[in-house]
């Protein structure tokens, strides 16, 4: 059974990160988990040595550490009263140590931004969220818009889409799906995309066999979609038509490049009208 006992929020001082905040709150409101703000230092890299120069430097980087920690200590502190936080500056590459806090710390979820920036953004993944999203086991929400989500007082999650790809994560991305909507009362609704090309009845018929075990084996109950079409172009459709709160889906295995993350799950991700969960 999912639990949301720790969320990790990594903290770049940005609108983003502040709307991630606002659904780490909503969260944490509802589960009553602890949030850990963490920002990471970059590390300075310098050939001086030890030098004068090389002492400067190391000065300065002391300096931003301390302006940081002053700058965390006062960051979104109205927003998350009455919450339990932890805020943490660690030195190192950003998605390393973000990955290796939640690691070591049995982090619940991840919530961060994609960073991608100006009118293109919906195309971009920034590298330290692609990182994390390829090497976190734990959950990670993110999404494009999240400078542009209601303040955390208006915030409501009530329409879960879970699109699931009847792969070896599917099982676990509906059981996380069922969880949410369990905690907010929300109205789920299953989403499977079938290839436009074949047998298209009897693909549609295997494939609500396949749901109806993976309901039975979940405890998901919800309304059933199977939509023909280029996964990633069908689900952020529905997402949109639905009005849909949160999107929930299974990080996958492929091998190459992606590894566990698969292409679709990056263009729904960069495309989704709404926060995108990958679980």
Known sequence: MPSLAKILLPVDFSE???GAARYARCLATRCQSEIVLLHVLPPLYTELGPDAAGAMLIDV???????????LDNFLGPDLAGLTVRRLVLNGDPASQIVGFAHSESVDLIAMPTHGYGPFRRFILGSNTAKVLHDADCPVWTGVHLDQVPAAGHMVLDKILCAIDLGPQSAKALAWARWLQEQFQARLTILHAVAAHGDAPSINELAREELA???LQTGAEGDLLLEAGEPARVICAAAARLSASVVVIGRGSAAGDFGRLRTNSYAIIRQSPCPVVSV
């Open 16 to 18: 983003r990160a502040i």
């Open 61 to 71: 980087y002391r300096s931003r550490a301390d302006q940081a920690a002053r700058e």
């Open 213 to 215: 075990r993976l309901q």
